[in-house]
């Protein structure tokens, strides 16, 4: 889907842009890869691993704040993956319309700007902090899912499409708890919040990957949630230094100690296939655009929570994300 065709990616050195545009450039035949940020210093430097000789790269200073910006960028592209947030909780907490200018308005530029330059397909990241949210980075990413699933409904005659894939931590990433235990480690002591906290977790790859094959397969109002792996903090301790004490410090401003992917008001209007969860808008304009044949409905009462998910993390895994580390970034 993505040969010969220009993909924008807002937020485009973060960890997430950066491998998805490693990805998309060395396996998907674009056109043109446009990175959108506003830190001029980390496009200085992903130019050096991605070279305008080398490869269809375009570098665009910017922030998803300045919708006139947004117009130049968003010139002939076809899709739009909205990677640009503010994600640190403390940050958020501490800076709060800071995050709802990045966020929500941020959002609301992406989607009118897309709408306005005739892009085909848009998709935006959520996170799982989104349900139920306690923290205002989680109410700022709920606004931003409901900005996008709405926006479909207000398209007319556009053929802009607007969706969503929403995921749990992403193991490495930047600020993650695995980069800062692995720096602990020498110290002999890790920092625990709580000791019954639980995270869904995937790896970078995994995750650009299905944001991938969302976009591919997307028609416009739909809820993407892969089927994931949890795994409780203290566990995660024990895989990475086991040789390290632990020490309880307190639960963060506007954490959680499990975390929710799907809630039961959502299970409603959800339903799953193999690898992945979708939840349908509520809307009846969006019914017709799902081929419900491929999926079936969860049960009664169903939530997908970190707590009592099934399928775990396993100590391999932690191994093999640390060894590949440095190939991530």
């Known amino acids: 889907m993505l040969r010969n065709k220009v993909i924008l990616v807002t937020g485009g050195t973060g960890s997430f842009g950066k491998k998805c545009v490693d990805i998309i450039l060395k396996h998907h035949r674009p056109k043109k890869v446009i990175v959108f940020s506003r830190d001029e210093l980390k496009q200085f430097d992903m130019a050096q691993l991605f070279p305008a000789e080398k490869y269809p790269i375009r570098f665009f200073l910017g922030d998803v704040r300045d919708q006139d910006r947004l117009k130049w ?55 799982d902090k989104a349900v139920n949210p306690i923290n205002l980075y989680g109410a700022t990413k709920l606004c931003a899912e409901k900005l996008f699933i709405a926006a479909n409904a207000f398209m007319g005659r556009k053929k802009c499409m607007f969706s969503v894939a929403r995921y749990g931590n992403v ?18 002591v890790l920092p625990i919040t709580h000791p019954d906290m639980t995270r869904f977790w995937l790896t970078l790859s995994q995750g650009v990957e299905f944001v991938l094959n969302c976009l591919s397969t997307m028609t416009g109002g739909e809820t993407f949630i892969p089927k994931l792996a949890s795994l409780n903090i203290m566990d995660l301790a024990k895989f990475i230094a086991p040789e390290c004490k632990t020490r309880i410090v307190g ?37 017709s655009r799902i081929d419900e044949t491929y999926f079936k409905k969860v049960p009664k009462g169903f939530e997908y929570n970190s707590r009592t998910n099934g399928e775990l993390v396993t100590k391999a895994q932690i191994d093999q994300m640390i060894a590949s580390m440095d190939q991530e970034y």
């Open 251 to 287: 639960i963060r401003q506007g954490e959680k100690i499990h975390e929710i992917l799907i809630s039961q008001d959502e299970a409603r209007n959800t339903l799953e296939c193999p690898t992945y969860f979708l939840i349908k808008p509520e809307n009846s304009f969006f019914q």
């Open 73 to 127: 960028a968003f010139q002939d592209v076809d899709y739009v993956i909205h990677a640009a947030a503010m994600k640190q909780v403390p940050a958020s907490e501490y800076n709060p319309t800071e995050s709802i200018k990045t966020n929500i308005i941020g959002s609301e530029n992406v989607i009118k700007v897309a709408a306005d330059c005739g892009v085909k397909k848009v998709i935006a990241l959520s996170t």
């Open 171 to 188: 193991m490495g990433s930047r600020g993650s708890v695995i980069p800062f235990f692995l720096k602990k480690r020498s110290e002999g």
